[in-house]
């Protein structure tokens, strides 16, 4: 018989979480989600345990991100994905507000969804092979899980680099930049704050049209680089991310952000684009996707609010 998606635990007053895909990257299921939810509910309630630890079974990383896969599929079928986005945001608000310490070891690859089990806790230990990151400009959505409000806050526009590019950052740029609280072992060196004045000052306004052309005039090599990945990523998400940044730093509260998160990220995931993304990154694995705009200028303004539940 094949072990559990996930494996529960208590040991000596903590109560262990094994995400237990490791073939997958532990990428996130349905099943998963509500065996994490149940898991943590039952912890909560008992006095036996004083702490919960949660950490992501083999080599490769804590978790992968939801599997897209199983979301797209659902979605090709005609089933409703709000399903499972909205239990996915219900557990990570509870993991925001969990009433005991939580650690969460950001080991190796924490992408997407993996960012919202851990990056909202109390307790965020990253390590030398952290790797961070939202890519989801890359398969046709945007930096969900409650991110875009985190990198709404990061400094000197990194965040909305990271959110539209889907870069990825090392543990000492992750605590920089607040997405984790401390470090075990040796970390490498920071990448991104030492030399991110390009960032800054390409990275402003609400117009990823105006962002990429400042990129691509900028002496530093880096900016001209960043501005070919964005003319690559879906143009519709690009211009969706950034407006949900802006308007994620407006909002209070991860909670407030629960409608705006759940009603956007439904959207593009019953959209062509998202399947088209997932086909090309994970499915046929060609690299090529067939957005349905062909560049960022072809997206119109009525489109991106249409995202938001807007006319």
Known sequence: MSEPEVLVEVVDGVGRLVLNRPRAINALSLAMIRLLHHALADFAADDAVRRVVLVGAGERGLCSGADVRELRSQALAGDDPGVFLREEYVLDLAIAAYPKPFTAVMDGITMGGGLGLSAHCADRVVTHSSRLAMPETQIGLFPDVFMTWRLARMPDGVGTHLALTGDTVNASDALWLGLADRGRGDLPAPVLQPDHGWITDCYT???PVEI????EQHAHPAARAAAGVLR????????????????AALTPTLADQFDTELTVATTLAGGPDFAEGVRAQLVDRDRNPRWSHA????????????CFGET
């Open 205 to 207: 306004g609400s117009d």
């Open 212 to 215: 990429v052309g400042r990129l």
């Open 232 to 247: 690559e990523r879906c143009p519709l998400s690009v211009h969706v991310t950034l407006e949900a940044l802006r308007r």
């Open 295 to 306: 560049s960022l200028a072809e997206v119109e303004r009525r489109e991106v609010l249409a």
